[in-house]
């Protein structure tokens, strides 16, 4: 029986890899790998996970410390010869998911929390949100217990730019009625 899809040997494998790494502007691991990858159910874990040291050993991938990998020299070139290859619609909905998890990782890059434990069992949480340029800003908020904490820290990275937003609308407004 054929098998539908883009994906039908370990070459296509290789080339939707290399594809999806010449996109990605960080680092990735095996997992990320596979689910920017995976736009064809032909596509299986084991799969990438065959793969990836072949395309290492090839020079294709570097490895990294932190088990992730970065397309080389050589694998851009390659992808650059290679991505015609690939079915338009895996190419562009792994186009569309390297976007996202470029967004996604250079986003997280700029909302920092840190959480420091303090006698008493209450936590400090420091929210941070930077940009290009440098901090924007800095909170530090105290938080009744461990769970209060965490909870701060995951609503910050979800909603930074929402609470910075919120900060300077209040303090321009503010500041608005003092010159009238």
């Known amino acids: 029986m054929q098998r539908l899809g883009f994906i039908h040997d370990m070459l296509d494998v290789k080339v939707l890899i290399l594809f999806v790494a010449s996109r990605s502007s960080y680092p990735m691991t095996s997992q990320e790998i596979y689910e920017l990858c995976y736009q064809d159910e032909c596509l299986s874990y084991f799969d990438v996970c065959t793969a990836i040291p072949e395309m290492v050993t090839t020079g294709h991938l570097k490895a990294l410390e932190d088990d992730r990998y970065e397309i080389t020299e050589k694998g851009r070139e390659t ?102």
């Open 79 to 180: 992808a650059a010869l290679t991505a015609d290859s690939i079915a338009y619609t895996v190419k562009q909905r792994a186009e569309n998911a390297v976007v996202r998890f470029n967004r996604q990782l250079r986003r997280s890059s700029f909302v920092k929390t840190q959480i420091i434990p303090r006698e008493g069992g209450d936590a400090s949480v420091i929210l941070s949100l930077d940009d290009e340029s440098g901090n924007l800003m800095t909170l530090e908020l105290m938080a009744p217990n461990q769970r209060q904490a965490v909870r701060l820290s995951k609503l910050f990275e979800k909603k930074a730019e929402d609470v910075y937003n919120l900060v300077m609308t209040v303090l321009l407004d503010e500041e608005e009625s003092l010159d009238d």
